[in-house]
């Protein structure tokens, strides 16, 4: 266990070209970084660059948009969450009409909440892009772990139901500066606030973030909240501490 100031909860360090300052970055402002993965065969590369370090650490993921091409991974996937607490970026991806395609999501992500259900205590980073309905149906009301909905995006009748399944969120900067994020934002209650930045996903001023910019998304909740920074930052650290993920 260590002890850290922030959480990014869901950043790729892998698609960056040179880790290393960003990994130098996290330890120097001391942001816990779950750096999550989009296919298992890239899990690797992730943890070698985790392993030397106090406050990085690597996720295994199966990212529904490449469960297309990529469904193949999914024994290698289900054997490697045995070697991490955190599992992401899975879930599912309503973007796609196909049916078939949404159904073969679905047998994938449910394989993955079984086997993460089995193995216990661990940590998801879950996509639900037009999929919000599904993916809190297929996690339940009981799952044995902690699942968070990074950059949750449904309706508000949505938030409310996965608030009483018992999900986290994770904030990020882009969903601070939208109109539809900040009414999300304002219905999140304190226990179940985290934040991420997605870097490279999310762009500013044409800046691919890195984890320093969960300081924007603080910033963004305690102004939607009506809060002072230092409570919206504190509220996160209880609650990374009440989830055994930094030292009380
Ligand atoms: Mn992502």
């Known amino acids: 266990m260590v002890a850290a100031e922030f959480i990014d909860a869901h950043f790729h360090l892998d698609l960056f070209k040179d880790p290393a300052p960003i990994i130098a970055e996290c330890e120097a402002r001391s942001i816990l970084t779950i750096a999550v993965t989009n296919a298992p065969s890239v899990f690797f590369h992730t943890q070698r660059l985790a392993s030397s370090t106090k406050l990085i650490r690597a996720s295994v993921g199966l990212h529904p948009e490449l469960v297309h091409s990529h469904a193949h ?8 969450m045995s070697e991490t607490r955190f599992i992401g970026e899975v879930g599912l991806d309503y973007c796609t009409t196909d049916e078939t395609l949404r159904a073969k999501q679905r047998k994938v992500f449910e394989a993955i909440l079984d086997r993460a259900a089995s193995l216990g205590d ?16 297929s996690v339940g009301t009981a799952f044995k772990g902690v699942a ?3 950059w949750f995006s449904g309706s508000s009748r949505e938030l409310d139901r996965a608030i009483e399944a018992g999900f986290y969120f994770s904030v990020n900067p882009a969903m601070v500066q939208s109109k539809s994020g900040r009414t ?4 999140i209650p304190a226990e179940r606030l985290l934040t991420e930045t997605d870097g490279p996903f999310v762009e500013i001023k044409g800046t691919k973030l890195t984890p320093r910019s969960v300081q924007q998304a603080v910033n963004g ?11 919206v930052a504190r509220t996160i650290r209880d609650n990374l501490k009440r989830l055994g993920l930094i030292e009380m």
């Open 73 to 80: 991974e999914l024994p290698d996937m289900l054997r490697l």
């Open 122 to 137: 661990r940590v998801l980073s879950i996509h639900s892009r037009r999929a919000a309905g599904d993916v809190i149906k």
């Open 148 to 150: 968070i909905l990074h």
């Open 184 to 187: 999300l934002i304002a219905g």
């Open 221 to 231: 909740v305690a102004e939607v909240w009506g809060a002072s920074v230092e409570s």
